[in-house]
């Protein structure tokens, strides 16, 4: 009948799946090398290894770097630069990352925004080594009056905050006392006291406004002449 097309039973036959012509795609499967099996396959004999030694033997390899028992290359070049043991680390966080988590609702305007807090709202990665400095991407729209603690901040920052009515308190922690700042559940969890703040170096204490309080105060400064509120806990 015309306008019907017709397939061929080999064609109909080919679209079944039957157990008999269940099979993997071709080249999905290739043979084993078969070693050991004449001079004439090329694999004869030592099959490949040439003769003893240890990259001969089953189950043995060498690791990258090895040069049989002489002192490797890594170890005879002379090393070059400099690494400091007492290098200071600070996380990052620009202003255009704290407005995105205001807005996203993460982190609340309306109290002092610590350095817990930007780690719980994601502002900042999970590993903070020595504290966290605020910079400036982003200063040109920031337009929240927000009151933050950090451990430094860029004077661009600090300006751009002051001039949108907040104010950046720059504080410090030790090690311990960050620590006890980031997880005090870990402390409460072994029955130990949450330790009091450790003073600055001299060399440092001028970069910092105050020692951080431990349990950190979330109440909003108030400005000289007005009345005081007390944040929402």
Request: aromatic share 4%.
């Amino acid at each position: 009948m015309a306008g019907r097309c017709f397939h061929s039973s080999a064609a109909q036959h080919a679209e079944f799946i039957t157990l008999n012509n269940l099979s993997d795609n071709p080249g999905a499967t290739h043979q084993p090398k078969r070693l050991g099996r004449g001079i004439g396959s090329g694999l004869g004999k030592t099959s490949g290894r040439g003769h003893k030694g240890q990259k001969a033997r089953t189950g043995r390899k060498v690791k990258p770097g090895f040069e049989g028992g002489q002192t490797p290359l890594r170890l005879r070049v002379p090393k070059r630069g400099f690494h400091n043991p007492h290098r200071v680390v600070w996380a990052p966080l620009n202003l255009y990352r704290l407005r995105e988590r205001i807005a996203e609702g993460r982190l609340d305007p309306g109290q002092v925004i610590t350095m817990k807090a930007l780690r719980d709202a994601h502002a900042i990665g999970k590993k903070i080594d020595h504290g966290v400095k605020l910079l400036a991407q982003g200063a040109e729209t920031f337009d929240i009056p927000v009151h933050i603690e950090v451990s430094q901040a860029s004077e661009r920052a600090k300006a751009a905050i002051e001039k949108a009515g907040g104010s950046v308190t720059t504080v410090y922690y030790n090690k311990l006392g960050l620590r006890a700042l980031l997880k005090p559940e870990a402390f409460e969890g072994k029955g130990r006291l949450i330790p009091k703040p450790a003073r600055a170096p001299v060399k440092l204490a001028s970069r910092f406004d105050r020692l951080g309080v431990l349990p950190p105060v979330l109440t909003v400064p108030t400005p000289v002449g007005s009345t005081s509120v007390p944040a929402q806990q």
